[in-house]
């Protein structure tokens, strides 16, 4: 089975700190997407990084930065210099086929 | 409009009553995406629309649910004999490169089965 596991259901984070939110995903393909995207509390889903599996180099947006570790099956978020906008649902998300598969979600909550 | 727009926003109907899901994709988007989210669950996958091609509806839970898109533009998420454990809220994303670019999601429509 092709899934997405993010294993923290709620995180928190002060302000200005730096938080990583993980995710593992289980798949036999080698060619694939990675995705994180960022779900505020008005609910529109918008897109923070993208990640191609065929390239070694993390992707880097601003303050958001994944860890890939292709063999481990592993795709982490680093929000740094969290601010309170961060606030929201994240979703991992991989398309291993013709169809995006999403994780559960993290909910984060900066505190100021 | 410039994002993707999906009505109605909340829709509360009874069960057994049939309902119908809508959304306008961003103009010129050919995928277009539809996606359900329960309460403390991910996203998940129903259908998928790409151009001309025969949709994928290899999410769809059961034969109550299906989907069509007019045109290549607006698409209508159907739900007959709605149960209560179709409650959820419902959203639609559309994309000009289909699952290895960006996804624009709407704000979904929060369907409420009594």
């Known amino acids: 089975a092709q899934t997405v596991t993010q294993s923290q259901p709620e995180m928190s984070v002060q302000e200005a700190e730096t938080v990583t939110l993980s995710c593992t995903y289980d798949?036999?393909?080698?060619?694939?997407?990675l995705f994180w995207y960022k779900q505020p509390p008005s609910r529109q889903m918008i897109l923070v990084i993208r990640?191609?599996?065929?390239?070694?180099q993390n992707a880097t947006e601003n303050r958001f930065s994944v860890n890939f570790q292709k063999a481990a099956k592993s795709f982490s978020l680093k929000i740094s210099d969290s601010q309170l906008g961060d606030t929201a649902m994240y979703f991992c998300?991989?398309?291993?086929?013709?169809?995006?598969?999403f994780g559960a979600g993290t909910r984060l909550t900066v505190k100021p | 409009g410039a994002g993707v727009s999906q009505s109605p926003s909340n829709k509360v109907t009874e069960k057994g009553k049939d309902v119908e899901l809508r959304c306008d994709p961003i103009?010129?988007?050919?995928?277009l995406y539809w996606y359900r989210q329960s309460l403390g669950q991910g996203l998940e996958f129903l259908i998928y629309?790409?151009?001309?091609?025969?949709?994928?509806k290899s999410g769809l839970p059961s034969d109550r649910f299906s989907a069509e898109r007019t045109g290549g533009s607006v698409s209508t998420l159907t739900i007959q004999r709605t149960q209560q454990e179709d409650s959820a809220v419902y959203l639609c994303?559309?994309?000009?490169?289909?699952?290895?670019?960006?996804?624009?999601f709407g704000e979904g429509s929060r369907l409420t089965v009594l």
């Open positions: 994303a559309s994309s000009s490169t289909g699952f290895f670019g960006e996804l624009f």
């Open positions: 798949t036999s393909e080698n060619n694939y997407y």
């Open positions: 990640q191609e599996a065929y390239k070694q």
């Open positions: 998300a991989f398309t291993p086929n013709n169809d995006m598969r």
């Open positions: 103009s010129g988007h050919t995928a």
């Open positions: 629309f790409q151009g001309n091609s025969a949709p994928d």
